[in-house]
């Protein structure tokens, strides 16, 4: 409470004190002139003093105010009691009034931010009706006391034009002179505010490419203010060179500090009007001098809202090239950002942060977990990273960072071990992420930056693969011979889809008896080369492309089906589809419409899934598999026994053929546990009515005991290497 009161009590003192300061200097400097013989105010400066105590102090400068006012007019007026009360009340009321209206208006911040959008409400009423309602107050205190006749003038006016222009004298004092007191007194109040001044609104403009401007503008303004002021008179000098001065201060507001263009105008327009020989040469009756205080109060008008207009347009500027910067869904800079940066910093340290299995993640839990690991991963990377450190968006599974500090490789070497010991939870499910680091130096002069970023892209998958910070001057021909020949086979790949140029391949799948049906394989050709899956199919995965390839095999075989009608209706083919084919939620309704144009049963198909897909939480996975077996087609886990599934899984398995992987069949005459496994799956496989196929047979003696063991299809070298199905 004391500290309250002393700091009230501070404020009020020191009002009081720069109030009584500042308005006694303004009554004896403000500007006036002769016009018909008679003596007016161009300017009447303690208005100015007064508003700018209010906005520096608030409801604690109106005491200050008031009481200052009161004994500056005791002072100088000598005024009986009850005249200078009047006198008082109409100087102070109306203006107090139009400050509590705006505050009523503005909020508590109706102080702050000049000029901005609530221009027009300050300018309403502190620059015109709070001018307008004290005139108004001396003219009804004029009809009622007797003021003396060096102040009867303004009580009591003799045209109206006079009334004009008292008015206009007040309005210019409030819109052109405020600011000429309010920033020297805030920089009085507080010296920090001075520096602060110098360092937003003059430092700035100092700067090399702006010095030149800065220097010849107010070189130019100060000379020509000068001429102006100068005891010789010529028609000429007030007829060109006032409309010079306009358009200085038109050219500068885009180019100078607001805050400093108001005091230069305020600086220039009060020294034009207190020596006014040669500004107002020719202008001595009552209708001119109107005229030229209405030009100076409508170009200050016009120069506030020209500036507000600027600082708005800046505003939406940076806030355009801030989202231009900045990736809308992760919070973090874009490649517009990186190229940006890099041209401050030619020579940087690129990391590329590598974030495994997060694109399949996302098609089981949707975008916004993936956004939501690369939130997450930026927020446990952020106190890792030193000043100047940067980490950037980058499409795809990937993170970019800018490093600058020492020992890279460390350090990177220890975020991977760092980021590979935290779990990242999306909706209280743990995911199981990966992560590969990847590292290059951008020097200054190299314009290539998106082929360093798929160097990088390329060797942080291969970093995450051995498990180790691997750095691109190591191995860069490795990776552009690497990245140029993917580049290559991605080019061949889309050509043979545009093409449709996919060769079939069947493999047979037999039982004991030699009966059975064929495994669709595919080749691609482009050029007149066969591509074998082991080369297409990454490729496919990582630039998704497989619910189109997927299709088209589709497509192609039930061509071959539709030419080739089968008496029997029986399956006589598997295909497999991969693992993005199946989320896609329309994928059910185009394979049916694909059997259905071509005249094929889905009973004479069987649909290969990964065991992954089969087991897959993925709500769109799971119901487009019930759709396809309500739709009257077979199902087969591929690869069985090399995923997550267990013995528990495989009871809940909606499926009707498993597959088990090679893995467990080459081996399986040496290696006991092998044939223990296959055994035991058969075993529970016949327990849920599942028909058991055994890959990679390759030798009578691994037949036998596949069959011994409870298998029920072969499928191998030692059954029937793959052929064109065109030769069937």
């Not at 060096?150 to 600011?179: C, E, H, K, P, R």
């Not at 500068?252 to 607001?258: F, L, N, P």
């Not at 006014?276 to 202008?283: D, K, M, R």
């Not at 049906?517 to 080369?535: A, K, S, V």
């Amino acid at each position: 409470m004391k500290t309250r009161n002393y700091n009230v009590t501070r404020k009020f003192l020191l009002a009081l004190i720069l109030c009584l300061v500042a308005v006694t200097l303004s009554r004896i400097i403000s500007p006036r002139t002769l016009v018909n013989g008679s003596d007016i105010y161009l300017a009447w400066l303690p208005l100015s003093v007064m508003l700018a105590i209010i906005l520096l102090f608030g409801r604690h400068g109106i005491f200050p105010v008031v009481i200052g006012f009161a004994l500056i007019n005791d002072i100088f007026l000598h005024l009986a009691f009850t005249e200078a009360a009047v006198l008082l009340f109409c100087q102070v009321f109306s203006v107090l009034v139009a400050c509590a209206v705006v505050r009523w208006r503005l909020g508590a911040r109706w102080r702050h931010g000049m000029p901005n959008r609530d221009m027009g409400v300050r300018i309403l009423w502190m620059g015109f009706i709070a001018p307008v309602g004290m005139k108004c107050c001396m003219y009804i205190a004029g009809a009622w006391f007797n003021y003396p006749v060096n102040l009867s003038g303004f009580f009591n006016s003799t045209s109206a034009i006079y009334s004009i222009i008292d008015i206009q004298s007040l309005i210019s004092a409030v819109l052109i002179f405020t600011m000429i007191f309010y920033y020297p007194l805030r920089m009085m109040i507080n010296p920090r505010f001075g520096r602060a001044f110098w360092l937003r609104s003059i430092k700035p403009w100092l700067t090399k490419e702006k010095r030149g401007f800065m220097l010849s503008w107010f070189a130019i303004l100060i000379t020509t203010v000068i001429i102006l002021c100068l005891p010789y008179k010529s028609d000429y000098l007030a007829g060109y060179l006032v409309p010079v001065i306009f358009i200085l201060f038109t050219f500068a507001i885009s180019r100078i500090s607001h805050p400093l263009i108001m005091l230069s105008w305020g600086g220039a327009a009060f020294v034009l009007m207190l020596y006014n020989n040669n500004f107002l040469h020719g202008v001595r009756t009552d209708y001119s001098l109107a005229f030229v205080l209405s030009v100076l109060i409508c170009f200050t008008i016009s120069m506030l809202y020209m500036m507000q207009i600027y600082n708005r347009s800046e505003w939406l500027k940076q806030r355009w090239q801030s989202q231009a910067m900045t990736d809308p869904l992760t919070g973090l800079p874009n490649l517009r950002a990186l190229e940006k940066a890099l041209e401050l910093q030619p020579s940087s340290t690129l990391c590329c942060l590598y974030l495994k299995n997060v694109e399949l993640l996302s098609q089981h839990y949707g975008l916004m977990m993936r956004v939501h690991v690369k939130r997450s991963v930026t927020r446990e990377l952020q106190p890792l990273l030193l000043g100047g450190e940067q980490l950037f968006q980058l499409p795809g599974n990937e993170l970019l960072l800018k490093l600058n500090g020492p020992e890279i490789s460390a350090r990177l070497q220890h975020m991977m071990h760092y980021l590979n010991s935290r779990r990242i939870y999306w909706n209280t499910v743990a995911l199981d992420i990966e992560f590969g680091v990847s590292w290059g130096v951008q020097h200054e002069g190299e314009k290539d930056l998106h082929h360093t970023l798929g160097q990088l892209s390329w060797l942080s998958e291969q970093a995450c693969a051995v498990h180790q910070v691997l750095a691109l001057t190591n191995s860069l021909q490795e990776v552009t011979d690497h990245t140029t020949d993917r580049v290559l086979l991605l080019n061949k790949v889309k050509r043979a889809l545009d093409d449709n140029d996919i060769v079939l391949y069947g493999q047979p799948i037999v039982n004991a008896q030699g009966q059975g049906y064929q495994e669709i394989l595919t080749r691609l050709r482009c050029n007149g080369e066969l591509l074998t899956p082991d080369q297409f199919i990454p490729v496919i995965a990582q630039f998704n492309l497989s619910s189109r390839f997927d299709m088209q095999v589709v497509e192609r075989l039930l061509q071959w089906m539709q030419a080739h009608p089968d008496k029997h209706g029986c399956a006589h083919f598997s295909v497999n589809l991969m693992p993005l084919t199946l989320m896609q939620h329309d994928f059910v309704a185009h394979m049916l419409s694909l059997f259905t144009r071509y005249a094929v049963p889905p009973q004479a198909v069987i649909i290969e899934i990964t065991e992954e897909q089969a087991l897959s939480h993925s709500e769109v996975s799971a119901h487009n598999i019930q759709q396809l077996r309500q739709a009257g087609f077979k199902i087969a886990i591929d690869d069985f026994g090399t995923g997550y599934a267990n013995f528990e899984r495989l009871k809940r398995l909606q499926a009707d053929i498993i597959k088990i992987d090679g893995s467990f069949v080459r081996d399986i005459l040496q290696n006991a546990q092998d044939a223990m496994i296959v055994k035991a799956i058969c075993e529970l496989a016949k327990g849920q009515s599942l028909t058991v196929v055994a890959e990679y047979v390759e030798n009578e003696a691994q037949r036998a005991l596949l069959l011994q063991s409870g298998v029920d299809y072969l499928q191998g070298y030692l059954v029937g290497k793959p052929h064109p199905l065109a030769q069937a």
